[in-house]
């Protein structure tokens, strides 16, 4: 009876076994695909973040390059100071005598252009400092457009990913209980054969 059991329950087992196996394959080739997945996904969403960041630099860039010529064509090329640099170079012109001519009105000349060019400077300053706050307000919105894109394309890998590996899991626990009752079995088997094979070298004497 055991050895029928045994018999039995070994085929079972080993039946199961070997189903168990072949889906343990295609589990991993799932899982393999799944892995492949995700890392293109993050390659490409990484691609497109850096993409954008670069894009957003170089417009920051040509908004203060623009607005830097902007303003000193307009502050520093108004008529008045085009006039008043005009009246500097003939007033600091040196004569026979190692004089300028007017040193007391290239002074003033010379004041009244710094005193343009500090307000020039806080002009470009100005906008340059609005150009960096909006440079970041744009880059969290990228930052933002970017989380959309990973909750929406990466995300749902990630789950099917981690889904196939806790199938896998389950599957490697019933691989070994199919292979421990496999094991059972053949022991079973090879008991009762022993038990029922005759002892030809036993009490004859």
Known sequence: MGFLLGA???LAAGSRYRSLQARMMRIQSKIRRATRDVANMEK?????????EQQLTLQNTVAKQTAQQVIMGTVMGGADILKAQEDLAKASVVGEDGKMVDP????????????????????ISQMNAQADTQLALNK?????QIEMMRDQWLEPL??????????????ESQIQVAKADYEACQKMEQADVKMLTPNYTGGQG
């Not at 490409?44 to 954008?52: P, W």
């Open 140 to 144: 969290q919105q990228i930052e933002n």
């Open 104 to 123: 007391k009105l290239a002074a003033t000349l010379s004041q009244q252009i710094s005193s343009k060019q500090q307000e020039a400077s806080q002009y």
């Open 158 to 171: 990630k789950d099917e990913e981690d889904s196939l590996q806790l199938e896998k899991d389950t599957l």
């Open 44 to 52: 490409m969403i990484d691609r497109q973040q850096k993409s954008m």
């Open 8 to 10: 039995y329950g070994k």
